[in-house]
């Protein structure tokens, strides 16, 4: 049971609707001629096809439409999700959708439901199967764990019927991914002063202690060692010491490893370029990256992936404290490069730092970080899409692939020669922060500085997308765990 809902795969036949108080249909307009083959009931059918007649609108994406019927003693509702027409037609329009109906049927209250669609009756339709349970599961998602009195989420047997000869194993897979979201969430919903860098080293290394990973953690002390003075330099206003996360696993025996790294800042204030108080507690979501992170090591490792991937959280708080970094500091980094430190809000770069070039030097043949790097990333892309800043267009289209299999958009951004200027320091080799004019591009480009030469790299700002202001479709209001189906689908992919 995840958010309230239990999902089993089962054929497609007439008595799957026994017994059931609910059922939710899958419907694109071109779908809806077909809803012959799904064995409804006679008056389900037939409801269902007069209020088609009525509403064309019913098809849109994420339209939900509830018809209730009498049945028996009782009554059956009926919760028709609209997933597009013609092109729109594609698993993302499905996971949306489906994100949509896991709030009506919980609304509803329904306890036994069926999940039908006329294009899950076609044996190849793998990937709409997938969509559909990921979407019912995170819709679902509700973050109660400071409520004083929060109610347990209500209780939904869900028998999916479809004519795929993999549905069960895919159920399992969708719902391991979906749980790897809401890890995500959970980490990025709870407040600075519950989530700190000490806090996501222990849940890193819990997994490592549940499943086939190994955890490396360093502390202050052992990154100085090793010159780390970049994330030190971020960290070192604060109480909580920063951390080093790294997570390995090994799925493929002697296969290239690829390194995923993700901005840690469980609480971002600015520092002494302290941020507006005005919205600042949104801050506590700066580890959006890591979380991301964490979240797919734990569903790569559980599904038994055959790749091979190294996790590294650059984990730091950025606070004001007497002994924070200042304005104009110069500090080194691991490489050996000195950062002239023009902002000490453009913090996330510099903790990334020092994270890829460590994922580097562990041997890592790709590197792919994730971050809630800059704010502006809105402004280019919108709350929609991602930012990919990259050194290797062939590793971009291999993201932006993953990201149409997880639901997740993505654009790449031009690395212009003028960008990589912008960030050259006249006191030391770069400025950790080139103004306002492409700021997530100097920003992604600042990261790359620190990549080993001829490593393929990609930056993925998701400055924009870590977040929701409302529920839709699958995602909720809150952290959406935005990054981490990608990062899973990604591994697939390897």
């Not at 949509?100 to 039908?116: F, P, S, Y």
Request: charged share 20%; net charge negative.
């Amino acid at each position: 049971m995840l958010n309230g809902f239990k999902i089993v795969a089962l054929p497609v036949a007439a008595t799957a609707y026994k017994n059931v108080d609910g059922i939710a249909l899958f419907l694109c307009k071109e779908c809806a001629a077909a809803l012959g083959k799904l064995c409804l009931p006679e008056q389900v059918q037939a409801a269902v096809e007069a209020y088609a007649d009525k509403h064309e609108d019913m098809f849109a994406i994420g339209t939900i439409s509830e018809l209730v019927i009498p049945q028996g003693e009782g009554l059956l509702t009926v919760v028709v999700a609209g997933c597009g027409v013609g092109a729109e037609c594609k698993p993302v329009a499905f996971r949306k959708a489906a994100g949509e109906a896991a709030r009506a049927l919980h609304q509803a209250k329904v306890t036994q439901a069926v999940v039908a669609a006329p294009i899950l009756t076609n044996a190849k339709r793998g990937a709409y199967l997938e969509a559909v349970v990921e979407g019912l599961y995170l819709g679902a998602y509700t973050f109660t764990e400071f409520k004083s009195e929060a109610k347990a989420a209500p209780e939904c047997t869900v028998t999916l019927c479809s004519a795929i000869p993999e549905a069960e194993a895919l159920v399992a897979k969708a719902q391991v991914s979906a749980e790897a979201v809401c890890f995500t969430r959970d980490l990025v919903n709870r407040p600075g002063n519950v989530v700190n860098p000490e806090v996501m080293a222990n849940a890193a290394s819990k997994l490592a202690e549940e499943l086939p990973l190994e955890v490396e953690v360093l502390d202050e002390v052992q990154m100085a060692e090793r010159k780390m003075g970049a994330i030190l330099a971020v960290g070192q206003g604060s109480a909580n010491p920063p951390r080093m996360i790294t997570l390995k696993y090994n799925g493929a025996d002697a296969a290239p490893y690829v390194a995923y790294v993700g901005k840690g800042i469980t609480f971002d204030s600015g520092g002494i370029s302290i941020k507006p108080d005005d919205g600042m507690g949104e801050m506590k979501d700066d580890m959006s990256g890591a979380g991301a992170v964490l979240g797919a090591m734990k569903a790569i490792a559980t599904l038994g992936l055959k790749c091979n991937v190294i996790g590294i959280l650059a984990c730091a708080e950025n606070m004001p404290g007497g002994r924070a970094q200042r304005p104009g500091d110069i500090v080194r980094a691991a490489n050996g490069k000195t950062i002239e430190v023009i902002s000490t809000d453009a913090e996330g770069r510099m903790v990334l730092a020092d994270a890829v070039d460590y994922a580097c030097k562990l041997g890592a043949q790709k590197v792919i970080d994730i971050a809630t790097l800059t704010g502006a990333v809105i402004i280019a892309l919108g709350k929609e899409t991602s930012g990919i800043v990259s050194n290797d267009d062939a590793l971009v289209e291999q993201i932006k692939k993953a990201g149409k299999f997880a639901g997740e958009n993505y654009w790449q951004l031009p690395s212009l020669p003028e960008c990589k200027e912008a960030i050259k320091s006249d006191v030391a080799d770069l400025l950790n922060s080139a103004g306002r004019p492409g700021g997530c591009i100097t920003g992604g480009l600042f990261i790359g500085e620190f990549v080993a030469k001829g490593i393929p790299w990609a930056h993925l700002d998701i400055g924009g997308t870590s977040t929701a202001t409302k529920d839709s479709g699958h995602k909720v209001k809150g952290g959406t765990g935005f990054g981490t189906l990608t990062l899973i689908k990604l591994a697939e992919m390897l």
